[in-house]
């Protein structure tokens, strides 16, 4: 009776550079997301502030926001991913104590699996009884079919936290820049701002399918429009509290 290989050669296209990055590494969302919301909150602020205060205020402002927003991200993304982590974690056990409780019905489970996918009965039959006469490698290919994870590659808390922080962190600092290199008004903060959400939806770009002017140019838009709209909010308010 013939066995499919579960770890057969690489295909002809896996050897001549066919090969994917990681994506389950937990890094590149709260990466992205960090650098997207610390340049749009902060600049947000900023010009909120700017509308109805003087120049060292604004700079205060975008100091605090950096560093309220930065631990805020980090402490929320550790959390988040930890709680995920956790679940699945939790999920694995279950799996688990299934595959030791009930190696037969599990095995059948993954037997029929393989049929619904258009693998013969007997051949079906003879993999899975292969696949699990390993505990782990069974666990795996279960959770990997019924959760759609994989468990040696879950994403770090710590990760995503350190992501989240340093990429809010650097985003955020860039409209403060020009005040503490001695500008006094608020368009070189604008400027730098916008250029740099251009730059980051535009490097963003390399790692996803979209073109890297469209990627820029809609974090362009998305931010312009958040700083403009907070900046008209504070000149009404800085009015009508005047």
Do not use: F, I, K, N
């Given at each position: 009776m013939a066995v499919l290989e579960m770890r057969a050669p690489l295909h002809e296209a896996h050897r001549d550079n066919h090969t994917h990055r990681d994506v389950n590494g937990g890094w590149l969302r709260p990466a992205v997301f960090g650098a997207m919301d610390g340049l749009v909150s902060n600049l947000a602020l900023m010009t909120g502030v700017a509308g109805a205060a003087s120049s060292g205020t604004v700079v205060l402002a975008g100091l605090a926001g950096l560093a309220a927003g930065a631990f805020s991200m980090a402490a929320g993304e550790y959390t988040s991913v930890a709680s995920q982590r956790e679940l699945v974690e939790a999920e694995l056990d279950?799996?688990?104590?299934?595959?030791a409780r009930?190696?037969?019905a599990e095995e059948a489970e993954l037997a029929a699996l393989y049929e619904a996918r258009g693998v013969d009965a007997g051949t079906a039959r003879e993999v899975a009884r292969q696949l699990s006469r390993d505990p782990e490698q069974a666990l795996e290919i279960h959770v990997?079919?019924?959760?759609?994870?994989?468990?040696?590659?879950?994403?770090?808390?710590?990760?995503?936290?350190?992501s989240s922080f340093g990429s809010f962190a650097l985003g955020a600092l860039l409209p403060v820049l020009p005040y503490l290199l001695g500008a006094t008004a608020l368009w070189p903060a604008v400027v730098l701002a916008l250029v740099g959400l251009f730059l980051c939806g535009a490097v963003v770009a390399k790692v996803t399918a979209r073109t890297w002017w469209f990627s820029g140019l809609?974090?362009?838009?998305l931010g312009g429009a958040a700083a403009g709209l907070t900046y008209l909010l504070g000149t009404l308010i800085g009015t009508a509290v005047g």
């Open positions: 279950v799996e688990r104590r299934q595959l009930h190696p037969q990997r079919e019924e959760l759609g994870v994989d468990p040696g590659d879950l994403p770090s808390p710590t990760v995503a936290a350190v809609r974090q362009l838009v």
